[in-house]
């Protein structure tokens, strides 16, 4: 479905009204404060979050799948369903591919539709997870870790390739996520494991090109229920550093025991220069793959408080990545995204105002009730003008589900893809 620059106009006709009215007055008190807010702006103009490609269709659960209509098949409608996203909301300007159920026929063909879009391509995904039919050795027992050298081998040049598949398309990074773990005490040698598990990335990691970076996705539990070979950020930590310079963590939310501290990670990684990049998505329990800000809005602002923090420069100049990683069973998932972006963007807005000097003037002065204050200043404001006025300057919505549902969009998907 392609979205007119007019649509999108007229659109913001309606709103813009109100929306000059709630930007001037915030404007005119966050500039009281201090802070500039044209800068705050344009860096939410130039911060972007990919997508994934498998988060554009209904994902299920083990129980079942409730699938919606008018999803993307091919990879070349995903990508048209991310540049719907984009053009709406003018912060979705990357994908992140998934090895092999994204292998394009024609990645040439592919490169250009993406360009055409204003789509650039994030981190490509390997999978040792799942077996595919042709596959010669099941990863039943594991991938990088397995006992037998040759589905270990399998495994490496599976993540070869993909980097191969990367390189066509201008990828300059490789996230390998891991299965391998075990169910039961006593069935893997926890050293030997890890142990093979590293030899394994550094293969992979000598085919890396120069310009890449490797990225290490930690989880606790799941497929594998007694234990992970990458089961938290220590493990991903440990690998990282003996792998070297091109290899660093990607901090999924969803793949941490419950209450942990990840603001704390993410400043411990930044800290050893060692973090790669996010999987954003919000969770009840573990691993839910919720939109993004739906349960722990807090937890996501401290987070890019302590980015904020450790970065000191915008993020958008960082070479961190920026991924949503959420799955949809409820709400059709281009909803589901557009109020994910907006979420990541605000808790980000929200970041950029606080205090630094002052945060740091009470930290040294042990003072708890004043350091509370100025954190939740920042988080009680209402940043959602700004990020408007960032969508208007660069010609996207005022209120993007609104314009998603007014322009009916699912619908004209359905009746294309019929
Ligand atoms: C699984 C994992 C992980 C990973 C994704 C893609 O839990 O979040 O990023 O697959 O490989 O959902
Ligand atoms: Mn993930
Ligand atoms: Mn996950």
Redo the contacts with the bound molecule.
Sequence with gaps: MHIDKKDIASHNDKYIKQHHKNFEYLSSTLEDEGLSVKKIVKELVDYQVAI?S?ALSTGGTRFGRFPGEGEPVTFEQKLDDIGLLHAINASSGAVSM?IPWDIPKEPKKVKKQAEELGIKFDAV???T?QDQPDQKHSYKFGSLCHTDKSVRKQAVEHNIEVIEVGKIVGSKSL?V?LADGSGFPGQQHFAKSFDRTLDSLKDIYKHLPDDWMMFT?H?PF?PAFYSSVVQDWGSSLLLANKLGKKAACLV?L??HLPNANIEQIVSRLIQEDKLGGF?FNDSKYS?D?LTVGSLRPYQLFLIFNELVEGAGKDLSKTDWGWMI?A?HNIKDPLEDLLQSVEAIKIAYAQAMLVDRKALEKAQEANDAVRAQEILQHAYRTDVRPLLAEARILAGAAIQPISYYRDANCRKNLINERK
Excluded: R
């Design positions: 994934p498998w998934h995904n390997s999978n997870f996230t996520w996705e989880k799941e999924d969803g793949h999987h691993d793959d990683d799955a």
